[in-house]
């Protein structure tokens, strides 16, 4: 008999025939294994404390996430203080942190992976108490993140419409960032606060960034000509820009990128937010700080 026991969390709101294939799948493949399993569904609100207890009456090992970042971020936000593994069957838009992780995003390899059970602590982070595991941000992402979220069909080709919409609508924002007794004043198009290197889909936008290195990773894409802008983001996304040190010269810079366990952004001018793809009240400053090791996570 398996000493593990897992719960399956699906979003419901994922199309009917995918989703009834997927439960036919997580089925068949984990009776196969001889694992005792359940499956419920993600809860909207964010509300888990019945599955918390839940969890604990009835003695589950492991949570397997299936749904996007937003499933993931409240998932492992509501149940991270649990001594539980958790798990990605990535079927979101963008599944930036499980491309991350190293998690396919077929649902039978992923499957596989979660079955050989091999995991580590990850880290996650806090922007003014608010959760989040993956990638936040400040400015013209955000604004895409709150445009995408109104629409009636989501995925990539949307997203990418809501992309280009909001890139000819673009303009800096006013930020001071503050870094222990440093602080320096930038406009920028947007600012993202990353644990993991990317937004999803493979769009790597903090080439270095490690999920646990007890590190967030900072970018900033400063003001500039805007036609430069889609050039600047290709070579950076390459991997082009290195970790830099903040030094005097930064303002001629089109892309500042560091790292940092934690920082304050000053938000003047009110720039929109979203934590890990999803649309978030701004602020007028945010205070960001690493969770080291918040959660454990099954990955590759």
């Known amino acids: ?91 979101g838009s963008g599944n930036g942190l499980a491309r991350a992780a190293g998690i396919p995003t077929k649902p039978q390899l992923a499957l596989a992976m979660i079955f050989a059970g091999k995991s580590q602590k990850i880290d996650a982070f806090l922007i003014n108490n608010q959760y989040a595991c993956m990638l936040s941000g400040i400015g013209f992402d955000a604004q895409v993140a709150h445009d995408f979220a109104t629409k009636a069909s989501r995925g990539l080709l949307v997203y990418t419409q809501q992309s ?22 930038t406009d920028a198009f947007f600012i993202s606060i990353a644990n993991s290197n990317q937004f999803g889909n493979n769009f790597t936008i903090a080439p270095e960034a490690s999920l646990h290195d007890g590190l967030l990773d900072i970018v900033i894409v400063q003001k500039m000509n805007k036609a430069k ?34 920082l304050t952004i000053k938000n003047i001018k009110h720039a929109p937010l979203h934590i890990d793809g999803e649309p978030r009240e701004t602020a007028e400053e945010f205070s960001i700080e690493i969770i080291k090791d918040c959660f454990d996570l099954i990955q590759g």
């Open 229 to 262: 802008l889609p050039f600047v983001m290709l070579k950076h996304i390459r991997g082009n820009n290195k970790l830099q040190q903040l030094v005097e010269e930064m303002s001629q810079k089109n892309i500042l990128y560091f790292q940092t366990p934690s």
């Open 1 to 91: 008999m398996s000493d593990r026991k897992i719960i399956y969390l699906v979003n419901p709101i994922s199309g009917t025939s995918k989703k009834e294939g997927l439960k036919k799948l997580i089925e068949r493949e984990t009776t196969a294994q001889g694992i005792p399993f359940e499956i419920a569904t993600t809860n909207a609100d964010g509300d888990y404390d019945l599955l918390k207890d839940k969890i604990i009456r009835e003695k589950f090992t492991d949570v397997i996430m299936t749904g996007g970042d937003g499933t993931v971020n409240q998932v492992t936000g509501a149940l991270r203080d649990l001594p539980l593994r958790f798990g990605i069957i990535p079927v």
């Open 164 to 185: 280009i919409i909001n890139f000819f609508k673009a303009h800096p924002y006013q930020f001071e960032v503050v870094i222990d007794d440093f602080s320096f004043f």
